[in-house]
């Protein structure tokens, strides 16, 4: 007899319909029934999973953004001096969602939908971001390798300073821009903030 295949298979499975049916028709037009007749199962079975459809296309947000948490805790991991994770998280930040923009633009305002609504997962993925980021300041300030030793005041200078670059609503300001106008912008910054951290000076 056989064996019903793992939640989490089936999970997995729906949100890769989703997002497909995102990119095809958009986030308004996305439906339960649609993504439940494609995965060949009742609407009614969706929700034994997703119990909404914003849940389901909170999951859609959540997978999407995966990767990158996954990246910034890797370089968090790493060896390298304080100040050179703080610059390749950033620079992960950045290109993904600059990423996203250029090639995954449903999903990408799908992203923003989540930021405008404080859904959880973008609560959640914000979360995570700046747990990343402080950790290797308060690494780079343990460490003497920042002279800026007042920790809020390095956590508000790195967001105030790039918020123009990794922040999904404030890219999109830039979406008719150039990638490497925008990225050569933001390196530049980037560099001006490094140099106040390891120096204390602003």
Known sequence: ?????????????????????VRKFGHARTTVVGVAAEAGMTHANVYRYFPSKAALLDEVVASGLRPLEARLREAGDGADPAHDKLERMLIAIHRDYRGKLDDDPAVFDLLIEALARDRPSARKHRAR?????????????????????????????????????????????????????????FEAVLSMTVRALRTGRL
């Not at 920042?146 to 300001?173: C, E, K, Q, Y």
């Open 129 to 185: 971001v700046q747990s990343e980021i402080q950790r290797v300041l308060e690494e780079g300030v343990s460490s003497g390798a920042f002279g800026m030793t007042d920790r809020r005041r390095a956590m508000s200078l790195v967001f105030d300073a790039t918020h123009r670059f990794i922040h999904p609503v404030a890219l999109r300001l830039d979406r008719d821009a150039s990638a490497s106008a925008v990225a050569s912008r």
């Open 1 to 21: 007899m056989p064996t019903a295949p793992p939640a989490e298979t089936n999970e997995a499975r729906l949100v890769d319909i989703a997002t497909a049916h």
